[in-house]
Structures are given as structure tokens and as C-alpha cells.
């Protein structure tokens, strides 16, 4: 990303009070894979992994229903470290136009460090891992329960498995 | 019996200017030379070619043909395809003739723009000067006609199966179509950003739900998965942003001989009303105030004195684009331009935006394709 760009996301979604802190400091997700992060209910109907890409990145795409209205698209980004993922999450940010994401604070806030835009658009790192859920389809859809329902299942590999940084 | 064994039309595929342009039919399936076989090549789209219209323009084309024949008599005829391949000798040993070049007599570059022709050739033969000619079999060939040799991300080398990067079949078929007619790189790349526009609200539309985000170019370009969209499947969706449409426009043109870049603009600055891909309201983006960035098919250096395409969204061509009425202009072959110059900048930007809203050429690339 180009420094200027980065210099303006970081004062626009105010990084400094959150690049590289995580509440599972020292633990990482590693070798995830996709059947792990299956959204319930969805039927996978494509993944591509880019081998160029620099971090770890599985992009899929999920369909709901008999018609091909209903699809989420769902990328997980498996980087090196908490600070690699927030990185990667300005990255994402980066690449979304909006002057209307906002960061999400509370109690409902998914991970580390999350941000959406109302409920179709959630973006969200935990410990090293970045996940993006948003809608591919022309019904759409509130992506906040498949947002929470993966946070709980990276919750449950950090307590099961957990890698060190 | 005489017959054609093969045609190579990729004889030298270091050079594109007496020959045709090195392909594969996407990221998957290369194609192979020769191109036709007997048995194996029936239809055109059985034997794909591409040539570019620049470096070949005042040379003579040629291919290379393999004949055969079941006569152990005959050692020598006349073959031709009237009106296309110049007669030429050949002789036979064994009944095979080996690769022959013949001279292409009028090959679709002739015409001088964009296209696909679907060519069938009525191969004949004689024994000599004074005999008839006779029929003796008939190929089929799909030739791509672009106006230049292709660039980045396509690339000629290496040309091999592993180069991913070589211009794809499947992308000439529709950038072939979209720009059929065109003679210079300004007009394909203008009807290649039209033809991207038009794609909505049907196949693709601006990503409102995701805020604007990329669904196919972010990173490389999934151009595998927009084929598929293209084709009626789901491809990675229906949603997309500017630097997909940036990038389907520069890459689709771009083979076809433009030179194009995907470049942004920024950093967060208020929208002007415009009607975004697939939607018929006035509004900014959305309803957003703003973007957080623009990314658009760009020429030359990326700078405010340069040419945009974008096909992500319309602009109010009026007098005043910061009120309606509104006139909507597809901004094709339009110049960036500086605060008050009415030109792309202007008609994108509120008065106050238009400052935020700067070329970022460090930000200029052409995303490979996967």
C-alpha cells in the first residue's frame, strides 16, 4: 500500500489505539482451514487460494438457498502475528471505497479490532487471523451472525491448538 | 489423396510481425502449435489466432503447413486456398511434405480494426500449370484481429505452458467483441469501458452492501472467476468497485494493444451525485459522502494531464456537475484535470473534495491475471 494511503487510513480509522493489541497475546491460528470456518447453513460454491499473495489467503464464496441470490463471500487471511493481521486489515480497508465503515466498539464487536458497515460488511482480526464477510449476492444479507459464529470458532482453535508467535 | 497434416500460424513466436501473436485459452489450457490438426481441429474455435495489426501492417504474413499424401505417384503438386493462401510448389517424399510456409494473401489484418473473423479456407491442389485446380479439403480457424502486440499484464515470454501471462482466448473473445470496429487504442479502449458499464445492473454491480469493496482485484485479478460471470456463472459474485471495473477495462484493453494503467486517486474526499455501475439514481455512491479512494483505467503517467476510463460510474457531463440537472457522460479518453479545469476531476469531486482528490501515480500497476 502506497505510504501516503496508509498515513490516511491510520488517522481515519484512528490505528494507533489499536494496531498490535490483541487479547490473546503471544497465540496465533495456524494451518486453518476452510472446513473449520464453514459458515452453518451455506454451501461452499468456490475457493480460491492466491499463491502469489505474500500472507496465507483463502478466499470462498457461499451459497444459501435454490436460487444463486443468496451468497457470502468470506476471505480469511492467516498472517504471521497480531500485527501482521491489523496490517492486513488496514489492507482490506484499503481496498473498500467507503467513507462509511466504521470501527465497532462493545460487547458485540467480533475480535480484536473489527469494522463494518451496518450489518452487510464485517471485518474483523483475531489474534493473527483476518476475516472478511460480506455479502455476493444480489439478496442481501445481515452478515453479523456468520461473523460471530466464526470468531467463536477461532476462539475455540486458540484454546484447542494454540501456536506461539 | 492429398491432405493437410497440420498448420502452425505461431511459426516464430519471438516476433509478431510476419507471424501470429503467442496465446493461451486462459489460465488453465495453453494453446498448443500447431494449432490445427488434422482430426482434432473441426470448428473455428477448434484452431484459435491471434494477430496485431501494427507490426505486421505492409508485411506479408505467412504459416506453416504439413501435407500429406497417400499417392506414392505424386511428388510434386500446386497448393493454394484461393483468395487467402498464395500457390505455392510442394513436393512429397515418402507422402509427406514436411512443414511448408505459404504466404498469406488477404489475411482479416487487411481490414485495419478490432475483430474476430471465423475463416473457413477451401484447400486445392495441381498437378501442374496447366491442370485444374481440385478441392481437396476445407479448415476452419477463429483469428483474432487486435491492433498492437498486447501489453502488460499480458506478456509474449516466455512462451511456454507455465506462462499464465500469455493474452488469454478467453479474454480476446470478449474484448474482441466489445471493441469490434475500433482502429486506434483511444476508441477500443473506450468502447471496451462501455461494454464494461453495460455489464450492470445484470451481471455486475456496484458493491453497496460491502462498501465499496473489490471483489476481483484485490491482489491479482481474478479474471478466471469474471470469465465465468461473463459467462453466466457466479464468478466471485455480483458486486464490484472501481478498481475491478479499472482493471477489467485496462486488462481487456490492454490486449488489445492499449497501454493502460489501474491508478487511484485520493485520499477521502466528498462525490459530486453520478450514477455508480448498475444503478439508474442520481446520488453519491450509495448515499455515501464520499470515497475513500478511486481507482480508474489511467494512460501515460497517471498524473492530472492524462487520459481516465472508467466504467465504474457516470459523472454529470453538464455545465455544472455539482447540481441536477444532470447529463450522463461515461468518462472515456477524459483528462484527470486540475481544480476548475471542468474535466473528470471536477465533474467527480464536490468543490471541497476536489483537493483531497489527487492523482496518486505511485499507486499505478497492472494486476497479473489468475
Known amino acids: 500500500m502506497q505510504t501516503e494511503q496508509m498515513d490516511f487510513l491510520e488517522r481515519r480509522y484512528k490505528a494507533r ?34 499463491e502469489r499473495a505474500k500472507t496465507k489467503a483463502v478466499r470462498s464464496l457461499w451459497a ?42 462493545g460487547a458485540g464487536a467480533p475480535g480484536d479490532v473489527a469494522f463494518s458497515l451496518g450489518s452487510t460488511l464485517s471485518l474483523f482480526a483475531i489474534a493473527n487471523l483476518v476475516v472478511l464477510v460480506r455479502n455476493a449476492g444480489s439478496s442481501v444479507v445481515s452478515v453479523e451472525k456468520v461473523a460471530r459464529d466464526l470468531e467463536t470458532v477461532a476462539v475455540k482453535h486458540l484454546k484447542r491448538r494454540p501456536g506461539r508467535e | 489423396m492429398i491432405f493437410i497434416e497440420a498448420i502452425k500460424f505461431n511459426g516464430n513466436p519471438t516476433s509478431v510481425s510476419h507471424d501470429a501473436v503467442n496465446i493461451r485459452q486462459n489460465a488453465a489450457h495453453f494453446v498448443a502449435v500447431p494449432e490445427w490438426r488434422r482430426f482434432i481441429s473441426v470448428n473455428p474455435e477448434d ?105 502488460l499484464p499480458w506478456k509474449q515470454a516466455p512462451y511456454n505452458s507455465a506462462n499464465t501471462q500469455l493474452p488469454w482466448t478467453d479474454v480476446l473473445d470478449y474484448a474482441c467483441r466489445w471493441a469490434e470496429g475500433a482502429t486506434s487504442k483511444d476508441m477500443a479502449a473506450a468502447l471496451v469501458t462501455q461494454d464494461v458499464y453495460a455489464l450492470g445492473p445484470t451481471l455486475i454491480t456496484y458493491d453497496c452492501p460491502g462498501g465499496g469493496g473489490s ?64 444503478s439508474n439514481t442520481w446520488q453519491t455512491a450509495c448515499g455515501w ?34 447540481a441536477a440537472p444532470h447529463v450522463a457522460l461515461l468518462p472515456q479518453d477524459l483528462r484527470f484535470g486540475n481544480p476548475g479545469d471542468l474535466l473528470y476531476r471536477d465533474r467527480l469531486a464536490t468543490p471541497a473534495g476536489r483537493t483531497s482528490c489527487n492523482p496518486q501515480p505511485a499507486t499505478r500497476q497492472r494486476r497479473v491475471v489468475i
Open chain 2, 47 to 151: 484452431s484459435r489466432v491471434a494477430y496485431a495489426i501494427a507490426p505486421t501492417l505492409g508485411k506479408s504474413l505467412y504459416i506453416d503447413v504439413a501435407l500429406g499424401s497417400t499417392d506414392p505417384g505424386v511428388a510434386f503438386v500446386e497448393v493454394r486456398v484461393e483468395h487467402d493462401v498464395k500457390a505455392r510448389p510442394v513436393n512429397f517424399i515418402n507422402g509427406e511434405s514436411g512443414f511448408v510456409t505459404f504466404e498469406l494473401l488477404a489475411p482479416p489484418t487487411r481490414h485495419g480494426h478490432v475483430g474476430i473473423w471465423d475463416v473457413e479456407w477451401h484447400w486445392e491442389y495441381r498437378s501442374g500449370p496447366h491442370h485444374p485446380w481440385r478441392h481437396f479439403t476445407t479448415t476452419r480457424h477463429r483469428i483474432y484481429v487486435v491492433l498492437d502486440a498486447p501489453t
Open chain 1, 64 to 105: 444459501r438457498g435454490a436460487s444463486s441470490g443468496e451468497l457470502l463471500a468470506v476471505d480469511l487471511f492467516e498472517c504471521a502475528s497480531a500485527k501482521a493481521a491489523h496490517d492486513q486489515v488496514l489492507e482490506a480497508l484499503a481496498n473498500m471505497q467507503s467513507s462509511e465503515i466504521e470501527m465497532r466498539t
Open chain 2, 215 to 278: 471483489h476481483y482485484s484485490w491482489g491479482s485479478f481474478d479474471c478466471s472467476a469474471f470469465i465465468e460471470r461473463l459467462k453466466g456463472g457466479v464468478g466471485n459474485g455480483i458486486y464490484v468497485n472501481c478498481s475491478d471495473c479499472a482493471t477489467f477495462v485496462s486488462t481487456f484493453a490492454n490486449v488489445l494493444g492499449c497501454d493502460l494503467w489501474q491508478s487511484r486517486m485520493g485520499w477521502g474526499f466528498a462525490l459530486n451525485q453520478l450514477l455508480a455501475i448498475g
Open chain 2, 289 to 322: 459522502s464520499g470515497f475513500s479512494y478511486h481507482e480508474v483505467a489511467w494512460e501515460g503517467a497517471c498524473t492530472a494531464g492524462n487520459d481516465v476510463y472508467d466504467a465504474c460510474l457516470q459523472v454529470d457531463g453538464d455545465a455544472d456537475p455539482t
Open chain 1, 17 to 50: 489505539s489499536w494496531h498490535g493489541r490483541t487479547k490473546h497475546a503471544g497465540r496465533v491460528l495456524k494451518g486453518i482451514s476452510l472446513e473449520d470456518f464453514a459458515p452453518a447453513g451455506w454451501t461452499l460454491s468456490r475457493k480460491t487460494v492466491d
